[in-house]
Protein backbone atom coordinates (compact mmCIF):
# COMPACT_ATOMS: atom_id res chain seq x y z
CA UNK A 1 0.00 0.00 0.00
CA UNK A 2 1.30 3.38 -0.60
CA UNK A 3 2.51 5.55 2.37
CA UNK A 4 5.21 8.37 3.09
CA UNK A 5 7.36 8.92 6.27
CA UNK A 6 8.00 12.04 7.16
CA UNK A 7 11.12 11.80 10.85
CA UNK A 8 11.44 14.30 13.09
CA UNK A 9 8.46 16.02 14.55
CA UNK A 10 9.46 19.00 15.27
CA UNK A 11 12.07 21.42 13.06
CA UNK A 12 13.92 24.32 14.24
CA UNK A 13 15.46 26.72 11.52
CA UNK A 14 16.92 30.46 11.89
CA UNK A 15 15.00 32.90 10.17
CA UNK A 16 16.60 33.21 6.83
CA UNK A 17 17.98 29.91 6.98
CA UNK A 18 17.18 27.02 4.19
CA UNK A 19 13.86 25.15 5.35
CA UNK A 20 14.50 21.02 4.09
CA UNK A 21 11.18 18.79 5.24
CA UNK A 22 11.76 15.25 4.60
CA UNK A 23 9.61 12.85 3.01
CA UNK A 24 10.04 8.88 1.28
CA UNK A 25 7.23 7.20 0.19
CA UNK A 26 6.38 3.61 -0.40
CA UNK A 27 4.50 3.00 -3.76
CA UNK A 28 4.32 0.39 -6.25
CA UNK A 29 3.25 2.58 -8.98
CA UNK A 30 4.22 5.86 -9.56
CA UNK A 31 2.80 8.21 -7.50
CA UNK A 32 1.02 11.79 -7.13
CA UNK A 33 2.71 13.48 -3.86
CA UNK A 34 1.60 16.39 -1.95
CA UNK A 35 2.78 18.68 0.14
CA UNK A 36 0.49 20.66 2.34
CA UNK A 37 0.75 23.46 5.04
CA UNK A 38 -1.54 24.00 8.28
CA UNK A 39 -1.52 27.00 10.26
CA UNK A 40 -2.71 27.05 13.79
CA UNK A 41 -6.74 26.34 14.07
CA UNK A 42 -6.79 26.28 10.20
CA UNK A 43 -7.56 23.70 7.72
CA UNK A 44 -4.84 22.33 5.42
CA UNK A 45 -3.26 24.24 2.48
CA UNK A 46 -1.67 22.84 -1.10
CA UNK A 47 1.92 24.07 -0.89
CA UNK A 48 2.56 22.14 -4.36
CA UNK A 49 2.06 19.02 -5.71
CA UNK A 50 3.83 16.67 -8.19
CA UNK A 51 1.74 14.43 -11.12
CA UNK A 52 4.42 13.09 -13.02
CA UNK A 53 4.92 16.03 -15.20
CA UNK A 54 8.03 17.89 -14.20
CA UNK A 55 10.13 17.04 -11.06
CA UNK A 56 11.26 19.78 -9.86
CA UNK A 57 8.10 21.21 -8.67
CA UNK A 58 7.14 24.83 -6.98
CA UNK A 59 4.81 25.95 -5.49
CA UNK A 60 2.99 28.69 -3.30
CA UNK A 61 5.24 30.65 -0.79
CA UNK A 62 8.49 30.24 -2.39
CA UNK A 63 8.71 26.27 -1.18
CA UNK A 64 9.75 23.47 -4.22
CA UNK A 65 10.40 19.59 -3.92
CA UNK A 66 12.55 17.52 -6.18
CA UNK A 67 10.79 13.92 -7.15
CA UNK A 68 13.80 11.35 -7.54
CA UNK A 69 12.45 8.26 -8.02
CA UNK A 70 15.40 6.80 -7.35
CA UNK A 71 15.47 7.99 -3.70
CA UNK A 72 12.13 7.08 -2.97
CA UNK A 73 12.01 11.14 -2.35
CA UNK A 74 10.32 14.01 -2.10
CA UNK A 75 11.90 16.43 0.01
CA UNK A 76 10.20 20.20 0.21
CA UNK A 77 12.54 23.02 0.75
CA UNK A 78 12.91 26.96 0.92
CA UNK A 79 15.99 28.87 0.49
CA UNK A 80 15.28 31.34 3.17
CA UNK A 81 12.75 30.85 5.94
CA UNK A 82 10.82 33.48 6.91
CA UNK A 83 8.18 33.67 10.58
CA UNK A 84 5.16 33.38 8.67
CA UNK A 85 6.18 29.58 7.90
CA UNK A 86 6.06 29.01 11.06
CA UNK A 87 3.58 26.07 10.63
CA UNK A 88 3.17 22.11 10.29
CA UNK A 89 3.63 20.42 7.08
CA UNK A 90 2.19 17.55 5.93
CA UNK A 91 3.44 15.02 3.07
CA UNK A 92 0.62 12.44 1.66
CA UNK A 93 0.23 10.22 -1.20
CA UNK A 94 -2.60 9.64 -3.29
CA UNK A 95 -4.30 6.16 -3.39
CA UNK A 96 -6.70 4.87 -5.52
CA UNK A 97 -9.87 6.84 -6.28
CA UNK A 98 -7.19 10.14 -4.70
CA UNK A 99 -7.11 9.35 -1.35
CA UNK A 100 -4.98 10.79 0.46
CA UNK A 101 -2.34 9.36 2.91
CA UNK A 102 -0.42 11.35 5.47
CA UNK A 103 2.86 11.51 7.00
CA UNK A 104 2.97 12.55 11.07
CA UNK A 105 3.81 16.00 10.00
CA UNK A 106 6.72 18.31 11.00
CA UNK A 107 6.02 21.43 12.99
CA UNK A 108 8.12 23.98 11.98
CA UNK A 109 9.18 26.51 14.20
CA UNK A 110 11.44 29.64 13.20
CA UNK A 111 13.93 30.83 15.30
CA UNK A 112 14.88 34.99 14.98
CA UNK B 1 -14.78 31.29 -4.89
CA UNK B 2 -16.34 30.04 -1.47
CA UNK B 3 -14.02 27.46 0.04
CA UNK B 4 -15.02 24.07 2.03
CA UNK B 5 -17.27 25.28 4.68
CA UNK B 6 -17.58 23.56 7.96
CA UNK B 7 -19.66 23.87 11.63
CA UNK B 8 -19.14 24.00 14.12
CA UNK B 9 -15.73 24.82 14.48
CA UNK B 10 -15.73 23.76 18.58
CA UNK B 11 -17.70 21.14 20.04
CA UNK B 12 -16.98 19.84 23.91
CA UNK B 13 -19.04 16.93 25.08
CA UNK B 14 -18.95 14.28 27.51
CA UNK B 15 -18.62 10.58 26.82
CA UNK B 16 -21.60 8.53 25.48
CA UNK B 17 -23.54 11.61 24.40
CA UNK B 18 -23.54 12.24 20.73
CA UNK B 19 -22.51 14.50 18.23
CA UNK B 20 -23.01 15.40 14.54
CA UNK B 21 -20.72 18.15 12.40
CA UNK B 22 -21.69 19.53 8.99
CA UNK B 23 -19.62 20.55 5.78
CA UNK B 24 -20.56 22.58 2.73
CA UNK B 25 -18.00 21.53 -0.33
CA UNK B 26 -16.82 23.95 -3.05
CA UNK B 27 -19.84 24.04 -5.83
CA UNK B 28 -19.45 21.55 -8.46
CA UNK B 29 -17.42 19.91 -6.50
CA UNK B 30 -18.29 15.93 -6.47
CA UNK B 31 -15.86 13.99 -4.23
CA UNK B 32 -16.57 14.78 -0.77
CA UNK B 33 -13.95 13.14 2.48
CA UNK B 34 -13.98 13.18 6.04
CA UNK B 35 -10.59 12.72 7.71
CA UNK B 36 -9.78 12.61 11.40
CA UNK B 37 -6.85 14.43 12.46
CA UNK B 38 -5.57 13.34 16.32
CA UNK B 39 -3.52 15.77 17.72
CA UNK B 40 0.43 15.02 16.96
CA UNK B 41 -0.72 13.02 14.12
CA UNK B 42 -1.37 13.58 9.91
CA UNK B 43 -5.03 13.23 9.06
CA UNK B 44 -6.69 9.97 8.33
CA UNK B 45 -9.41 9.30 5.57
CA UNK B 46 -12.72 7.91 7.50
CA UNK B 47 -15.13 8.48 4.17
CA UNK B 48 -15.49 9.53 1.15
CA UNK B 49 -18.33 10.17 -0.95
CA UNK B 50 -18.48 10.44 -4.64
CA UNK B 51 -21.93 12.74 -5.19
CA UNK B 52 -24.13 10.77 -3.21
CA UNK B 53 -22.42 7.36 -2.87
CA UNK B 54 -20.15 6.27 -0.92
CA UNK B 55 -16.74 5.02 -2.55
CA UNK B 56 -14.66 4.24 0.57
CA UNK B 57 -15.79 3.63 4.21
CA UNK B 58 -13.06 1.28 5.57
CA UNK B 59 -11.81 3.25 7.83
CA UNK B 60 -15.11 4.65 9.56
CA UNK B 61 -15.89 2.76 12.96
CA UNK B 62 -19.70 2.12 11.50
CA UNK B 63 -20.40 0.68 15.20
CA UNK B 64 -20.51 4.80 16.66
CA UNK B 65 -19.72 7.02 13.30
CA UNK B 66 -22.16 7.35 10.55
CA UNK B 67 -22.41 9.99 7.53
CA UNK B 68 -24.40 10.64 5.03
CA UNK B 69 -24.15 13.20 1.61
CA UNK B 70 -28.24 13.70 0.64
CA UNK B 71 -28.68 15.36 -2.85
CA UNK B 72 -24.54 14.72 -3.18
CA UNK B 73 -24.14 18.20 -1.80
CA UNK B 74 -23.63 19.16 1.70
CA UNK B 75 -22.60 16.12 4.56
CA UNK B 76 -22.94 15.39 7.94
CA UNK B 77 -21.00 13.32 10.06
CA UNK B 78 -22.45 11.89 13.37
CA UNK B 79 -20.87 10.40 16.46
CA UNK B 80 -23.06 8.55 18.82
CA UNK B 81 -22.03 7.68 21.30
CA UNK B 82 -18.55 9.45 21.58
CA UNK B 83 -15.51 7.87 23.58
CA UNK B 84 -12.39 9.97 24.90
CA UNK B 85 -10.46 9.07 21.91
CA UNK B 86 -12.62 10.25 19.48
CA UNK B 87 -11.27 13.72 20.59
CA UNK B 88 -10.03 15.21 17.65
CA UNK B 89 -9.93 17.58 14.93
CA UNK B 90 -12.64 16.56 11.91
CA UNK B 91 -11.13 17.81 8.95
CA UNK B 92 -14.00 18.17 5.68
CA UNK B 93 -12.54 18.36 2.18
CA UNK B 94 -13.77 18.61 -1.48
CA UNK B 95 -12.15 17.73 -4.85
CA UNK B 96 -13.64 18.47 -8.38
CA UNK B 97 -13.47 14.23 -9.06
CA UNK B 98 -11.48 11.39 -8.11
CA UNK B 99 -8.90 11.26 -10.01
CA UNK B 100 -4.99 11.28 -8.48
CA UNK B 101 -3.98 14.89 -9.85
CA UNK B 102 -7.57 16.22 -8.30
CA UNK B 103 -6.38 18.63 -5.64
CA UNK B 104 -8.00 18.03 -1.91
CA UNK B 105 -9.10 21.47 -0.47
CA UNK B 106 -9.90 21.37 2.86
CA UNK B 107 -11.87 23.49 5.65
CA UNK B 108 -10.99 24.73 8.71
CA UNK B 109 -11.96 21.46 10.60
CA UNK B 110 -14.04 21.01 13.61
CA UNK B 111 -12.18 20.54 16.76
CA UNK B 112 -14.02 17.93 19.13
CA UNK B 113 -13.00 17.50 22.43
CA UNK B 114 -14.98 14.30 24.95
CA UNK B 115 -14.36 14.70 28.26
Known amino acids: AQSVTQLGSHVSVSEGALVLLRCNYSSSVPPYLFWYVQYPNQGLQLLLK??????LVKGINGFEAEFKKSETSFHLTKPSAHMSDAAEYFC??????????FGKGNQVVVIP | EAGVAQSPRYKIIEKRQSVAFWCNPI?????LYWYQQILGQGPKLLIQFQNNGVVDDSQLPKDRFSAERLKGVDSTLKIQPAKLEDSAVYLC?????????????FGPGTRLTVL
Open chain 1, 50 to 55: YTSAAT
Open chain 1, 92 to 101: AVSRENNRLA
Open chain 2, 93 to 105: ASSLAARGTDTQY
Open chain 2, 27 to 31: SGHAT
